[in-house]
């Protein structure tokens, strides 16, 4: 899946709201069920060690070290962790609501958004970061609110960087 989920928010004024992270670890087939539900609130996850299992009605995948997930609120789907040794599966998980400034909460299709392709180093640091800032002051919204908006930012801040790179070599490849 394209990032391109995110892009909607480059001319929005949106804020978000209601932040949490767990860092999380699961051992083989350690299953997590919201297909009768779907979730509440929106998740970012970012896998730090292992592979975890993603299906929805359309969709089947596996993401493995270094790989990010967004799943919007109210999406439906199964995930468990597949751990081919002894090495739980472990990731950060940030919750959230992103709101326009009337409070209504933003929307976005059902489905999960498997951001692949994208340069993880910067963001991988920023989930750590919001990690270890939740763990040490979850009342700090401030910060938080930072963090994810940096996570935000670079993610959408490489989306656009690889579509300049592709402008430049587009004739050569028409």
Not at 42 to 63: A, D, N
Not at 90 to 103: R, S
Not at 131 to 160: G, P
């Amino acid at each position: 899946m394209s990032i391109s989920v995110f892009q909607k928010l480059v001319y929005c004024d949106f804020d978000v709201r209601n932040i949490e992270v767990y860092h999380i670890s699961f051992t083989n087939k350690t299953e997590i069920d919201y297909r009768a539900h779907g979730r509440n609130k929106h998740l970012l996850h970012f896998s730090l060690c292992g592979e975890r299992y993603y299906k929805t009605e359309t969709q089947e995948f596996v993401i493995g070290n270094n790989e990010i997930v967004f799943i919007p609120d109210s999406t439906k789907y199964l995930t468990y962790a597949l751990n081919t040794d002894c090495t739980p599966c472990v990731g950060i998980n940030i919750c959230f609501d992103i709101c326009e400034n009337d409070g209504n909460k933003l929307n976005f299709e059902k489905m999960i958004y498997w951001l692949k392709n994208i340069n993880t180093t910067a963001l991988r640091e920023h989930f750590i970061e919001i990690d270890t800032l939740w763990n040490v002051d979850s009342t700090n919204i401030l910060s938080l609110k930072t963090q994810l908006y940096n996570i935000v930012c670079d993610i959408i801040n490489d989306s656009q960087c690889k579509s300049k790179e592709y402008l430049n070599i587009k004739k050569a490849l028409d």
